[in-house]
């Protein structure tokens, strides 16, 4: 059990791995490129596994290479995600998926109703309504890691997950670091007196906003 008042960064440190990352898919013709450049060893792939390997940009890497012509070089620049468009952050639980959006500025972040976990088909087309309503620029989703850091069967499920709607909604799809969110967002809701049905209908959608304000605050810092 977790005390009702922690520091999430604080565990991250106590277990040795405070990782808040997000990082952006890379669409498959530019991983194809890829792999070809780094078996000619120009490129190097990062010490990724898994899914991961095969669908994440490096975070240091901002340009590949897909092919050079004579006086000109077609590049490969990864995902503009800036204030001016509003973005929308996903808590996949398995009930329910909690949905957060952000002002255009960045500047504030609320909750929304929190959808049922159903098929992937009514799933994708509530997220898609939702996407096209707010007119957002990217979607956030939430990655479970293990509180050290490692992968289990949720984080993979949530990358699949990402993939799909990427190739679905045709719009970036960035994953982050989720690890405690769930129940900092319970704490608080208890914090403000809300009944225990209260808390299961929102307590997703509260850590959806706590994972977007976290990507947001890691893109500006």
Known sequence: MLPQEFNRKKVYEAVGKRRLFARAFAPPNVIIQWAKRSAQGSVRFPRLTGFMRDFYTPP???????????????????????????LLALD?????????????????VRPLKALPRTSWKKLLRQVYEIVTSFDAQALVLGL???????????????????????????????????????????????????????????????AAAIILEDFISNRKA
Do not use: Y
């Not at 590949?64 to 204030?83: G, H, M």
């Not at 960035?174 to 299961?200: C, K």
């Open 144 to 206: 479970p890691l293990h509180l050290d850091g490692k992968e289990g069967e949720e984080a993979q499920e949530a990358l699949r997950l990402a993939r799909n709607f990427q190739l679905s909604l045709k719009i970036p799809v960035f994953m982050q670091d989720e690890r405690l969110t769930s129940h900092e967002a319970e704490n608080n809701l208890r914090s403000e007196g809300h009944s225990q049905e209260s808390l299961r209908e929102e307590v997703d959608s509260r």
């Open 92 to 108: 996949l639980g398995r009930k329910r998926v909690g949905v957060a959006v952000s002002d255009e500025q960045w500047l504030a």
């Open 60 to 86: 240091t890497l901002q340009r590949i290479t897909l092919s050079k012509k004579e006086d000109n070089q077609e590049t490969f620049e990864k995902p503009v995600c800036e204030p001016g468009r509003r």
